[in-house]
């Protein structure tokens, strides 16, 4: 588990909820401000904006202008505190850090696929796997009801119980007859509800093999060789790649991107274009 799973834990956001994010400030992030929109910056107190600046802030050197930012900021903060916008459309929120990876588009989107791929295999495998718990249920019912049919019928089949029932008494025998019908019907019922849980899980199967498929078919048009886990020992070292390969969703992605790296360093110098359901729950439907 990284540093981080407990935050992804506790923000993970509503479905269709709108995430908001700021634009960068444009000038050094002091006090960790940005701006809501993007557009000139327009100081809170301009007195003191003016005295950090001085008369010709257009002249101005790059490292002038950004000694003169702090220094507003610094006095600002002294001034009104450290939670008063010291902009207008100011914001404390968080830019995050953009996300530039230095590969072209198609290489880029090509990693991200194999990354989806695998994280939507996963999905498709533990579905599986809720699918093969309610069959496992399923199976004990069966066998349980099919023992007990076999018992009531080998019963109805002895004719000294049969003719000693019919005379002294007649409602055990209809009470068999009865209890084997209903067994009947349940044998039937879980039958029927095999049948359609494994053909659910043979679907699934077929779409995690086509979706192999499409992930070979991927990672070779990236150019990713098939001796990776070895490539990626000798650059890396055994403990971190164990941690590469555990580390989930995030270091399937990870690997992608160091294997990739590996690829193109040993080829030419140009780059390739490129809500479980309950294990408990039986699924019954009507027969």
């Not at 050197?61 to 009104?80: H, P, R, W």
């Not at 718990?133 to 018992?151: D, H, K, M, P, V």
């Not at 019908?181 to 019922?189: A, K, N, R, V």
């Amino acid at each position: 588990m990284s540093a981080h799973d407990h935050l992804l834990t506790e923000y993970r956001p509503s479905i269709g909820e709108n995430l908001t994010y700021p634009v960068s400030a444009t000038m050094p992030n002091v006090e960790n401000w940005n701006l809501l929109s993007a557009g000139e910056i327009v100081p809170t107190d301009k007195a003191l904006w003016a005295a950090a600046y001085g008369t010709k802030p257009d002249k101005l050197t790059a490292d002038e202008k950004e000694e003169a930012y702090k220094t507003y900021m610094k006095n600002f903060v002294e001034e009104y505190g450290a939670f008063r916008r010291p902009f207008q459309r100011a914001t404390m929120m968080v830019l995050p850090k953009a996300w530039s990876t230095g590969y072209n588009k198609t290489t880029a989107e090509g990693l991200t696929a194999l990354a989806t791929m695998q994280g939507e295999a996963t999905k498709i495998k533990d579905a599986i796997g809720v699918v093969n718990n309610t069959i496992s249920r399923i199976e004990g019912l069966l066998y349980s009801t099919q023992s007990q049919l076999t018992q009531k019928r080998r019963l109805r089949k002895n004719m000294a119980y049969v003719d000693l029932a019919n005379r002294e008494a007649p409602m055990e025998l209809s009470t068999l007859d009865s209890d084997i019908i209903t067994l009947e019907g349940l044998e039937l019922g879980y039958g029927e509800q095999l049948a359609v849980l494994r053909k659910d899980a043979r679907v699934l199967n077929m779409e995690l093999g086509s979706l192999l498929e499409s992930y070979k078919a991927e990672a070779n048009r990236l150019g990713i060789a098939d001796n990776f886990a070895k490539e990626l020992d000798k650059s890396y070292g055994s403990g971190k790649l164990r941690g590469i390969f555990y580390g989930g969703f995030g270091g399937i992605a990870a690997a992608g991107l160091g294997l990739f790296l590996l690829v193109q360093a040993r080829r030419s110098p140009q780059r390739v274009r490129s809500t479980r359901r309950g294990a408990d729950g039986l699924f019954l439907r009507a027969p």
